[in-house]
């Protein structure tokens, strides 16, 4: 089986308006999180590709350290369309499976990635895990990538719940802290903060928060 890791990735100083900082720490808050998500793939033995979706030039040009498939989109118009330009791409080069992954889970593992894959063991099956306040999705596995479509910005954990079980998928969710925690704004950013493992890292986000 050939899995895929689909990241779509919206332009920095676009995203995370929630977290009411500037563009320019928005931006760099991005490229830090764009990063670890980048190295904790890029380190997981089950996945054979790494897909990059985005039309900002900074994230392609953070990707290629990890030899992404960069693919440009144009319209920016969200996560779905991101993904369904990816899994056009992975179906013309005959790959089984896809898990989509947030640019902003910063505190992610091989481990915890290798865990959720290892959960994959049908086909025609999708594992979704979800946000840290259940009402997003931070990781989606399907088998095969199209056997149901994303439902991004939709309260989507839920909807992906059902539409995969009212299409006979065999559907199911995964609990995996590090894949849950991500930062859509200023609660999450000290959620996280509060549970950062790796020095460096705590230092990186503490700078750009704390400058001027």
Not at 149 to 167: F, M, Q, V
Request: aromatic share 8%; hydrophobic share 40%; net charge neutral.
């Amino acid at each position: 089986m050939q899995i895929a890791a689909i990241i779509p990735v919206k332009t920095f100083s676009r995203a995370k308006s929630r977290l009411g900082l500037p563009q320019e720490k928005t931006a760099e808050l991005c490229k830090l999180m764009l990063d670890e998500v980048l190295s904790a793939i890029s380190q997981t033995p089950s996945i054979q590709k790494i897909i990059v979706v985005s039309r900002d030039e900074d994230a392609f040009k953070l990707a290629r350290k990890y030899g992404v498939k960069e693919i440009f989109d144009q319209s920016e118009n969200g996560v779905n369309e991101a993904v369904a330009l990816a899994e056009k791409f992975l179906l013309e080069i005959g790959f089984d499976s896809s898990v989509v992954f947030p640019q902003d889970i910063p505190l992610v593992r091989p481990h915890d990635i290798q865990t959720l894959l290892s959960f994959q063991k049908w086909d025609n099956s999708m594992i979704v895990v979800p946000s840290r306040k259940f009402d997003g999705t931070n990781a989606l596995l399907r088998t095969p990538l199209n056997v149901v479509e994303t439902h991004y910005d939709e309260d989507s954990y839920k909807i992906h719940l059902t539409t995969g079980k009212s299409r006979n998928v065999r559907t199911s969710f995964a609990l995996i802290n590090r894949i849950m925690w991500d930062v859509d704004d200023k609660s999450d950013v000290e959620f996280i903060m509060s549970n950062i493992e790796k020095q460096e890292l705590a230092i990186k986000l503490q700078n750009i928060l704390e400058r001027r």
